[in-house]
């Protein structure tokens, strides 16, 4: 998400540590402002579990729209806090006068946090919008055994950009039977996002006379 907003000016190092900064920086606010070790703890730990799930979307390890991911957890992670700052001050005494910068400073960060997210956000949606990019690798549909890629590629048109990979079989299997088994012979589409990203992906295949084709392209 950051890398394309930001027109692709940030290294691969550098996305993996403001990652990491943008996951446990919540965590590391409510640290600076919790009071009371029950409330403390809870409100943390779901903070750096949701950190954990975040970071897990950000490397690919859990399939999620990655900027639907970061703005629910910017979202989310304040209310959280918001919350945990109120069940302590129902169990607790009125905070000490140090405390209250304390949470101040924390109400700002956060509000910067997801100003900066949301902001990138709608930078991102403008240039989905614009189709000038075919969907990732992982959109193509999967290979069952026997049915290998040849090449893959991508193109643009008027409609827009897709990928395409040239498949075939080690088994032998026509070209209709290619398409048979790889369940593709009507296209079909899914949703891409849930929040900012609101195109599908719309996945096929086609027989030129010679190969089998499958692709990936965004429906609108």
Known sequence: MWNRALGGHVTPYMLIVLGIFFAVAPAVVWMMIARTRPVGFAIGGTLLAGAGLLLSVQQGWVHAPRPDAHLLFTALAP????????????????????????????????????ALTLVVGLLYALMIGEGSEAPPSKALPSLPPGISMVDEGTSCGSGGCWRAATVTSGNGLSRPEIIRELGLQQESCRSSGWLLDWRDVCVGARDNGENVTIYASWGY
Do not use: D, T
């Open 79 to 114: 209310v959280l806090i918001a919350c945990g700052v109120g069940l302590e001050g129902r169990h607790e005494n009125s905070p000490p006068p140090e405390w209250i910068p304390r949470r101040n400073g924390a109400i700002g960060f956060l509000g910067m946090q997801f």
